[in-house]
């Protein structure tokens, strides 16, 4: 199968800087990719659609201010965190898909913001 | 617009015993369904899918599920429950690649 990599893996910043988040589509490219969000003991929910080339698309209630997604290429696509707060302490997954029939998963990044 | 509802946030089962997590879903067009599975602090791993084709689809670590259209489910069975299968499992609907709509998730404890 298809294999989409994230970096870090897990991450401790402190309030008020930013991070950056890599989503990698390794042996594919991805024109399109997805954002995703959990909270503990919950479900993932969908941030954006990253778009290569292209602004990304947010899901209502997200601020593209503070989630900031670029696209700039077919196997990369970054979140960044701005001015990160505790409660963006959370999950974040990525997505992309090589065919029509399935989606392949990063393996996550565990934000902690302190 | 397509939606998955999973019932039962929580199952428990006896290890040996039958596993059977339930998924309902609504969609506007012929859907693709997938299982997935999540442990601790990791991503998502793809258990089965079905896209066209036979209803009943096999999956990994002896796990299947069947797609029944006039009832729009998609439950996923195991005949026989492993400690190891103790994990978080998401049904999904979507037509990639557009966006996936997951259900909440339900979480599967296996009991010694």
């Known amino acids: 199968g298809a294999v989409v990599s994230q970096h870090p893996s897990w991450v401790i910043c402190k309030s008020g800087t930013s991070v950056k988040i890599e989503c990698r589509s390794l042996?594919?490219?991805?024109?399109?990719m997805f954002w995703y969000r959990q909270f503990p003991k919950q479900s993932l929910m969908l941030m954006a659609t990253s778009n290569e080339g292209s602004k990304a698309t947010y899901e209502q209630g997200v601020e593209k201010d503070k989630f900031l997604i670029n696209h700039a290429s077919l196997t990369l696509s970054t979140l960044t965190v701005t001015s990160a707060h505790p409660e963006d302490s959370s999950f974040y997954i990525c997505?992309?898909?090589?065919?029509?029939?399935?989606?392949?998963f990063g393996q996550g990044t565990r934000l902690t913001v302190v | 617009a397509q939606s998955v509802t999973q019932l039962g946030s929580h199952v428990s089962v006896s290890e040996g015993a039958l596993v059977l997590l339930r998924c309902n879903y609504s969609?506007?067009?012929?859907?693709?369904l997938f299982w997935y599975v999540q442990y601790p602090n990791q991503g998502l791993q793809l258990l089965l899918k079905y896209t066209t084709g036979a209803t009943l689809v096999k999956g990994i670590n002896g796990f299947e599920a069947e797609f029944k259209k006039s009832e729009t489910s998609f439950h996923l069975t195991k005949p026989s429950a492993h400690m190891s299968d103790a994990a978080e499992y998401f049904c999904a609907v979507s037509k990639p690649p557009d966006k996936i709509i997951f259900g909440k998730g339900t979480r599967l404890h296996i009991l010694p």
């Open positions: 997505s992309a898909s090589p065919w029509d029939t399935e989606a392949f």
């Open positions: 969609s506007s067009v012929p859907p693709y």
């Open positions: 042996d594919f490219q991805a024109t399109t």
